[in-house]
């Protein structure tokens, strides 16, 4: 019978805890936690609660809701500003994992902070939900790509407001939206009247079983990467963006932003600027033609031994000798279907030789032509100069079909040369004719202005930043805004005819584009049953005939078929956000004025390259055009560190690692994933999940918890010296912690303080409160709660965040060792500027120095004040 009455008591304790109203739910779960204690107990020292986050969690989402705590504030000019921004996340099928909150817990850390701080804060949350990979999800499961991107959002914004996020849900946007799409493409038709949008025919990695163009980064030795299909190189009518026009800009802005080192120098490397010059050689047999190639090394031109074209340069078949022509056929397509990233990242170099000839610019020797993979038509011009000699890839490939090798360049203290390996370092000029004795700098400026006297060359700045291919073959992106004529043929009534028909016989004039009136925007997709890829490069919008043609002042036209890739919606959408429901304008001047640049971007470091590069060329843009008056958008980047599976691999449902947040939340609460996330290690560090030690964040949470329930117990004010200067210590530790975004040892320093608070007889309510204002960053249900049990009505949100006294931060006692004749023999707490005798006098009651000392006399002290004492005794 004991038995169940223990029981049934048990689960009455459970159902009070979970319906008590806020205002009394602690005093009553209070009294029955602790009705077992006697008067004279510390109420801390009762048993202890544990928190109800459930409950806890589940009110104050309501509470933020209902109140729109988070909403934007309208800016006030008087205050700083913070606009913080997560990189846009994907809405997949699959949901998050524990790894995808972690960057998203960081900005909201900030976010938090800085509205007590008295910043005003914009913190948006939006969807990047166009691309390749929604639609096929949406062909896997039979729907449509607008309803299944609908609710994978869905389920992405639960699971993103059951964590707690303090985002302004009422700025929510996703790329698919119309409005969005709208501006989307009035963005499009702003760079094509400013000329940066151009058709182009660009080779380009087709497949035909997914019916859309790869990036190289997708065919592996031939085959795309998703489903090991063929792909082949075509070349194909594409839109293209001229980024390249912006290169220096682009690198050039990159000074003064806080960004990560790594970021910045793969953002100057992927543009890669360098000083060069042009070399043109002649060809043999073909006076109007010449091969031009762009090098760093003008000082290495008299060492060229042979010249190699890529497989696609225009003029392979025109210097290939007939007895040559089958196998340079034949190599080019096979070369034809690799990626350029297969291709240059091969360690095997080949070529084959076309039986053509170059002419040397300045000696007019014949320099053989050969064609090899290794050279990519994207790339420079197309042509490289090989001086075996004095390049390492050049040497390998000269060795391998026997070509001469010609030392031009010796070192400096003509040292003798190892002529097994290729000499690259700088030097002076040998079997250079005119060039001999040179230093490499002399002998560039000499080589390049006998280039520029016999009109063969000169300087030239080169990149390895390529135009922007922009066109997609699909069908779930953004339609581009431009439409062409249509003729037909000589004698035929255009009245009479009809394009959508399979026996209308007509032209599609590309070579005529036609931008969509902004009037007309958005132009919104066709509804299809079939909008599965095909083998047409056109793309499967070309089968929407109802939507591609159309007649306008008695003419037919026909739409633009291609669509946006995934990257045009993230390029702009922080501005949208500024400016959300502005059915007028992408976004308004005065709220660029007011909340550009962002503050403060978190996202992971695989975007540091692709789309950081290409939202600044938009921006730029933007900016060029008078739209904003900041020339570059993201003022500080943040990148955090991967969160791997417990097995230390990526987080992968092949591999069965992965972590879902809801289950975390379920079983320990959205406060315990955060905090533990932040708790992990340094935010930029790669990090294993392990849900064993979740525990110990827990066990903090319920302590601060009972610190706060039995603080708010009892009217004790008081607070001891010890517990002051702690508490100041800690107030700018976390402080100065949360400025640098080092989250993990803030949450050290709290731990710390709750120990303390903890051991005390009684805990100051100062204290309680201290620690509940800095806890509620990390931990924002618990931290409303506990400000809640402290008599607060309203929201900490916007509550001042802790100042401290710098001068309670300075310990003003030290604790030294102590040495007898060089031994430590013990330890002394004194006040740092502590003579040598006080200094002395403690040691003395030191049990162990003491009987060191028993029997002897001190010959000599050493007493370093603040370091150690040591005491010389015979």
Known sequence: MAGKLSFFIMI?????????????????????????????????????????????????????????????????????????????????????????????????????????????????IGWDSFGLPAEQYAIQTGAQPADTTAANIANFKRQLQMLGFSYDWDRELATTDVEYVKWTQWIFLQLFRKGLAEQSEVSV???????????????INGLSERGDHPVERLPLRQWVLKITQYADRLEEGLQGLEWPAGTLSAQKQWIGRSEGCRIDFGIEGMDTETITVFTTRADTLMGVTYVTLAPEHPLVLSVTSEEQKDAVSA?????????????????????????????????????????????????????????????????????????????????????????????????????????DGLTTEKAKEAVTKKLEELEKGGTQINYKLRDWVFSRQRYWGEPIPIYF?????????????????????????????????????????????????????????????????????????????????????????????????NSKEAFSKKVDEEWMPVDLYVGGAEHAVLHLLYARFWHQVLFDLGYTT????????????????????????????????????????????????????????????????????????????????????????????????????????VTEDIENMS???????????????????????????????????????????CWNILGHTESLAYEPWVVFDEALCVDTTVTIGVQVNGKSRGEISIAKDADEATAVAAASGVDKVQVQLEGKEIKKIIYVPGRILNLIAK
């Not at 004279?40 to 609660?49: F, L, N, R, V, Y």
């Not at 708010?712 to 010296?721: L, R």
């Open 12 to 124: 009455l304790l459970r159902i009070t805890t979970a319906l008590a109203p806020r205002r009394t739910f602690f005093a009553r779960s209070s009294s029955i936690l602790f009705m077992s204690t006697t008067k004279e107990t510390a109420p801390h020292q009762m048993t202890p609660a544990v928190f109800p986050f459930q409950h806890v969690e589940a009110k104050w989402q309501a509470y933020w809701q209902k109140h729109q705590t988070f909403r934007t504030p309208q800016r006030d000019l008087s205050k700083p500003k913070k606009y913080v921004l997560d990189m846009f996340p994907y809405p997949s099928g699959a949901g998050l994992h524990v790894g995808h909150p972690e960057g998203y817990t960081a900005s909201d850390v900030m976010a938090r902070y800085w509205r007590m701080k008295g910043y005003d804060v914009l913190h948006p």
């Open 205 to 219: 990695n087709w497949c035909p079983a997914l019916g859309t163009v790869l990036a190289n980064e997708e065919v």
């Open 331 to 435: 190599y080019v397509n096979e070369a034809s279907s690799r990626s350029d990233l297969d291709r240059t990242s091969s360690k095997e170099k080949s070529g084959v030789f076309t039986g053509g000839y170059a002419l040397h610019p300045i000696s007019g020797e014949r320099v053989p032509i050969w064609v090899g993979d290794y050279v990519l038509g994207s790339y420079g011009t197309g042509a490289v100069m090989a001086v075996p000699a004095h390049d390492q890839r050049d040497f390998e490939f000269a060795q391998k079909y026997g070509l001469d090798i010609k030392w031009v360049v010796e070192p400096a203290d003509h040292a003798e040369l190892d002529q097994t390996v290729a000499f690259t370092e700088y030097g002076v000029n040998v079997n250079s004719g005119e060039f």
């Open 485 to 581: 004529p249509i003729d037909f043929p000589e004698g035929v009534d255009p009245s009479q005819q009809d394009p959508k028909l399979d026996d209308c016989q007509h032209t599609i004039r590309y070579d005529q584009p036609i931008p969509v009136d902004e009037a007309d925007l958005p132009l919104k997709l066709p509804v299809m049953e079939d909008f599965q890829p095909g083998d047409n490069p056109a793309g499967c919008l070309a089968r929407a005939r109802d939507w591609r043609y159309f007649q306008k002042d008695g003419k037919w036209f026909a739409r633009e078929t291609n669509t946006m890739p995934q990257w045009a919606g993230s390029c702009w959408y922080y501005f949208r956000f500024l400016d959300p429901k």
């Open 630 to 733: 900041h020339p570059e958008p993201f003022q500080k980047l943040v990148h955090q560190g991967m969160i791997l599976g417990s097995d230390g691999e990526k987080m992968s449902k092949s591999r069965g690692n992965v972590v879902n947040p809801d289950d975390i939340v379920q079983s320990q609460g959205a406060d315990a994933l955060r905090m533990y996330e932040m708790f992990m290690g340094p935010l930029e560090a790669v990090k294993p999940w392990q849900t064993s030690q979740v525990a110990g964040v827990v066990r903090f949470m319920n302590k601060a918890y009972n610190i706060v329930v039995s603080a708010a117990a009892t009217k004790h004010t008081e607070m001891g010296d010890e517990t002051l200067r702690l508490m100041n210590k800690t107030m700018k530790k």
């Open 743 to 785: 989250f993990n040892t803030a949450i050290s320093a709290l731990m710390v303080y709750a120990n303390h608070l903890q051991s005390l007889e009684t805990i100051p309510r100062e204290a309680a409160k201290t620690l509940t204002l800095m806890v509620s960053p990390f931990a924002p249900h618990l931290g409303e709660e």
